[in-house]
């Protein structure tokens, strides 16, 4: 989703996911600001593997800080700080 948020992937992987920001009915919400994608909704349970489900999730799980890195290491160096200490509180 870094990826797809810095346009660095082909276009069908882009266009398989919607901005909250480009949505008509959220223009004038405190959203619209955001970094945030809009999540479809899905019939069944299997529907939230897909990438357009579990790719926005993940990234609207994400703080603030980390979504707004463009470089894609500092992102990565970043992204370890948040997810390895979740980890590790769930292992135990």
Do not use: I
């Given at each position: 989703m870094h990826l797809v948020h810095n346009n660095r992937v082909p276009s069908y992987l882009v266009n398989s996911v919607t901005a909250t920001a480009s949505l008509s009915y959220c223009g004038r919400l405190r959203?619209?600001?955001?970094?945030?994608?809009?999540?479809?909704?899905?019939?069944?349970?299997?529907?939230?593997?897909?990438?357009?489900?579990?790719?926005?999730?993940?990234?609207?799980?994400?703080?603030?800080?980390?979504?707004?890195?463009?470089?894609?290491?500092?992102?990565?160096?970043?992204?370890?700080t948040v997810t390895v200490p979740a980890l590790v509180l769930i292992s135990f």
């Open positions: 959203s619209a600001s955001s970094q945030r994608y809009e999540q479809p909704r899905t019939r069944l349970k299997f529907g939230e593997r897909c990438f357009a489900f579990a790719g926005p999730a993940a990234w609207n799980s994400l703080p603030s800080s980390v979504q707004e890195l463009t470089d894609t290491t500092a992102f990565k160096r970043e992204l370890k």
